[in-house]
């Protein structure tokens, strides 16, 4: 009688062969897998270092720009104190100048009211130029008028 043989496939030569050659496939997959993510991983790395390089320097900028603000507001703070002195001072004078003529003012002479009032007329025009000057460069500053350059 005839026997009839297994297939090739079935054969343990055969089995053998395939589980190596799944092996060796495998082990390929794998191989490209780890080649692709070190690619990847290199790259991201330089991403991320040229982008750090890119923050670092935004924050330096932003770090001179700040010392800029900083000293422009100091600046700011020593005028706006300035200006208070030097208003301050004629209103006090006015303020003082005022009270005299206030309490006193049946006991002085024409002459001396005169003074005090004209005193307090030349402190008065004083912080008025003073404040109308402010006001101008202040408008300059924002740019509402246009220095004459004469």
Partial sequence: MF????????????????????????????????????????NLERIISERTKELMAQKEELEKEKNVINELNQTKDKFFSIIAHDLRTPFNSMLGLSEILTEDYDEMTEKERKELVLNIHKSTRFSFDLLDNLLTWSRVQRNKIVPNKD
């Fill in 3 to 42: 026997e009839i043989a297994s297939p090739w496939y079935l054969k343990t030569w055969a089995i053998l062969t395939g589980v190596f050659f799944l092996f060796i496939l495998a082990g390929v997959i794998i191989w490209l897998t780890r080649r692709k993510n070190r690619a990847e991983k290199e």
